[in-house]
């Protein structure tokens, strides 16, 4: 088995705790367009996924571009005070660039407000590579995103390794042939879909507890 030298990252949900702006963003859109807001298990459900295609799949009838245009009014507006890193995650990014680890970043999020959470927050310098949504053609599950970021480290899937919070991410890196980590602080994922065939190779429940699975890579 290779050896694991390229830590690939998801940042909603994963790197960042971006869940109260984003739903907070699709209850403004739903008061908005329908007059009042949903189950927030139901916006759960469209983690991970490409906005665009969530809006177009929710709005049948309108104009996708109009409702992402609402959306983004309230979470451009907010999401500087509304995010946070989970806990643990700056002292692994730390700990992984220490042990001279290549890390990159995979998501569905525009380049704007992923490079603003990077920043704010001072953890751009830990990402070798940063690949968005503006950077793929397709996107998670299919494993364009990973397969570009991994070509812009010069990696190999079978000597990386990713984490994520949806089965978006968890199937992104299977197709990729890279290995998968769910993360425990995860809301999208639900336990039977743990068991599936979709399973990730491993679940975490703290951030450093990936270190002790490169350990044994």
Same mark, same amino acid.
């Given at each position: 088995m290779a050896k694991t030298n390229t830590v690939l990252f998801d940042f909603d949900g994963t *790197?960042?705790? %971006?869940? #109260? *702006?984003i739903i907070g963003s699709w209850q403004h859109t739903f008061r908005t367009i329908e007059g009042k807001e949903r189950p927030v298990a139901d916006i759960v459900k469209?983690?991970?996924e490409? +906005?665009?295609? %969530?809006?177009?799949? $929710?709005?049948p009838h309108m104009d996708p571009g109009e409702a992402v245009a609402i959306y983004? #009014?309230?979470?451009y507006n907010n999401f500087g005070d509304m995010i946070k890193l989970f806990p643990g995650m700056r &002292? +692994? !990014? &730390?700990a992984l660039k220490a042990r001279g680890y290549k890390l990159g970043l995979v998501t569905s999020r525009l380049k704007k407000t992923t490079m603003e959470g990077l920043e704010q927050y001072r953890i751009k310098e830990y990402f070798d590579a940063v690949v968005t949504c503006e950077d793929t053609a397709r996107h998670k599950p299919d494993p364009e995103p990973v397969n570009i970021t991994l070509g812009k480290l010069g990696s190999k899937p079978e000597e990386s390794i990713m984490l994520g919070d949806t089965m978006y991410d968890i199937l992104c890196a299977k197709n990729a042939? *890279?290995? #998968? *980590? !769910?993360?425990g602080w995860s809301l999208a994922v639900q336990e039977e879909e743990k068991a599936e065939g979709s399973a990730p190779d491993y679940i975490i429940k703290t951030a450093g507890e990936l270190l002790?699975? $490169? #350990?044994? &890579?």
């Open positions: *790197v960042m705790d %971006t869940n #109260s *702006v469209t983690f991970g490409p +906005l665009d295609h %969530t809006m177009a799949k $929710l709005f983004r #009014s309230f979470h &002292e +692994l !990014l &730390e042939g *890279v290995k #998968s *980590v !769910l993360v002790d699975i $490169l #350990s044994r &890579e």
